[in-house]
């Protein structure tokens, strides 16, 4: 029997072939995007440095109070794949992270836009825990979500855009925005005031001086015919494809800066809170104990539950962080995933954790800056 003699090129092509196969194959499913996200690890950061104040005296040496952040990326079949042969990870769906019809391409703005609130929240907060009477004012309705081919996105309009009237008519909250265009008839052309936002690659949000746009609104279907707001009923005539917030100023007694470039979301707004605290007072919040902080906070002091707390809890763990303070409701998470020494603090308000950080040899509250009245 013959046998054919593979000459050194034959042989080589073989391999090769295999080899440019593979590389294809894994190319096709680097690209091959899948609407699951996965929430991983990320880091511990000690908050006190990165918050800047002026026109109030501040605490030369801060204890260490850290925010915790994860890691959320967009998956693809590879991977995918990949991530089956890792640990300390959670999934979770696009529809857990944006609202039927809101495009993927928002979430990053979303997040930002979340973390100005959480520092509005913070700084409100803190100064109120500190003796201040800060008043909060409306201020217009902030778009949080633009869906798609709606009048808003032919208009232009982005997350965190800030709609001031419409018609000439004052809008100062989003049931106000929601009540002035559920009434129009379809196909109405309205000139709305907004003030436009810019986010900067690093998650900075500024505003610029209000603006006219123009949109024509369409007619809703049968089924979102009606709407609720404030615990009112509002019929829908028409809409713009937009969700919004109630836009609020807080006239502060200083200027605060806190660098939390490319990060997003609101889970560390307790964090910030207890920061500026412990910036703006005398003595150590803390008992001078390292601690890990996760928690959202609203303008009035209430601490909200977060994602991924079960990947933070394993950062916190290879910190030197001896508590991780997280939402009551998540206790049982945190603990599932803490290192042996790693105290797990429940809390829903600020105040409550105030009282813990006292019950581990934390001193009291004595502000630095005599407290007095910010003006408008």
Same mark, same amino acid.
Do not use: C, F, Y
């Given at each position: 029997m013959a046998i054919e003699a593979l000459t050194p090129r034959s042989y080589l092509r073989r391999p090769l072939v295999v080899v440019v196969a593979v590389i294809a194959l894994i190319f096709g499913l680097s690209h091959w995007q899948l609407s699951t996200f996965v929430i991983t690890p990320g880091n511990a950061t000690n908050v006190p440095p990165l918050i800047k104040v002026d026109s109030l005296q501040t605490n030369k040496h801060p204890d260490q109070i850290m925010l915790v952040d994860v890691y959320l990326s967009q998956l693809n079949v590879w991977s995918w794949l990949l991530s089956q042969f890792q640990s300390h990870q959670e999934y979770v769906t696009i529809h857990e992270l944006l609202q039927p019809g809101i495009p993927v391409n928002q979430l990053d703005a979303q997040g930002f836009?979340?973390?100005?609130?959480?520092?509005? %929240?913070?700084?409100? @907060?803190?100064?109120?825990?500190?003796?201040?009477? !800060?008043p909060l004012r409306p201020s217009g309705a902030i778009v949080t979500g633009v869906f798609s081919h709606s009048p808003a996105a032919k208009a232009g309009i982005h997350v965190g855009d800030e709609f001031i009237s419409v018609n000439s008519t004052p809008v100062t909250n989003a049931c106000t925005l929601l009540q002035a265009i559920a009434k129009l008839p379809a196909s109405t052309v *309205?000139?709305?005031?907004?003030?436009?936002?810019? !986010? $900067?690659?690093?998650?900075?949000? @500024?505003? $610029?001086? %209000? @603006?006219?746009?123009?949109?024509?609104?369409? %007619?809703v279907a049968k089924s979102q015919s009606s709407d609720s707001c404030g615990g009112e009923v509002i019929a829908r005539s028409s809409y713009i494809g937009v969700s919004s917030e109630d836009g609020v100023r807080s006239p502060l007694p200083a200027h605060f800066t806190i660098n939390t470039n490319y990060i997003g979301g609101? @889970?560390?707004?307790?964090a910030m809170t207890l920061s500026l605290i412990d910036k703006l007072s005398a003595g150590s919040l803390t008992g001078h104990t390292p601690i890990a902080v996760s928690g959202t906070m609203d303008l009035y002091g209430n601490v909200g539950d977060v994602g991924g707390v079960a990947e933070k809890t394993v950062a916190v763990s290879a910190t030197g962080a001896k508590y991780f303070i997280v939402p009551q409701v998540e206790v049982g998470v945190a603990r599932a995933n803490a290192r042996p020494g790693l105290? *797990? !603090?429940g809390v829903t308000t600020l105040q409550e954790a105030l009282r813990a950080l006292r019950a581990i040899g934390g001193g009291p509250i004595r502000p630095l800056s005599s407290p007095v009245s910010a003006k408008n």
């Open positions: 836009l979340q973390m100005q609130d959480a520092k509005q %929240a913070a700084e409100v @907060s803190a100064l109120r825990a500190l003796g201040w009477k !800060i *309205i000139s709305a005031e907004v003030k436009k936002v810019k !986010i $900067s690659a690093k998650g900075a949000l @500024s505003w $610029s001086g %209000a @603006s006219m746009v123009h949109l024509t609104t369409n %007619a609101p @889970s560390a707004g307790l105290k *797990i !603090i």
